[in-house]
């Protein structure tokens, strides 16, 4: 088992930092994330350990989220600290760009149903439509119709998202 969890993390550990950065949109929290799947994964040594890896990821990133909640609430209290600033007004302005990216990004992902977030985030981070179907108690042959289904909404939520932001902008 152990020669398999490694080539499994070697062959999937980017493909599980890139699920969590989607959930969590902070790249350092998704490597400590995944490295904490991995961890998990060499202790409990699952049967199906691709399937139960993103399992794990997906719980870690849904507890990530309701303590980032906590701790957003927290730091409401914090006003006065103080704020670091971009080095340049170029650099401001790319922050904030990708920011209302992420954020539109982030918006039209929860206007989706729970359902076509997983199938989608779990697409893009590589599973297979059986191991998608697993994951999210779907059969396999709907798989590709739910994620057909899911990927129009996603994008159709972004665009109607972009004149509210070219309007911001205005």
Sequence with gaps: MG???EELYR???ATVVRFLYRKVWDADRAHDLAQEVFIRAMNHRPEKPRAWIFAVAANLARDEARAAVRRKRHLTLLKDDPITLPSSPVAADLM???DERRARVDEALATLT?????V???WDAGLSYPEIAQQTGL???AVGTTLARARKRLVDAYDRMEPKARAAHS
């Design 3 to 5: 020669d398999e969890l």
């Design 11 to 13: 062959t999937t550990y």
């Design 96 to 98: 904030v760009e990708e």
């Design 114 to 118: 729970r359902r076509d977030r997983e």
């Design 120 to 122: 989608l985030l779990l």
């Design 139 to 141: 059969a396999v042959g």
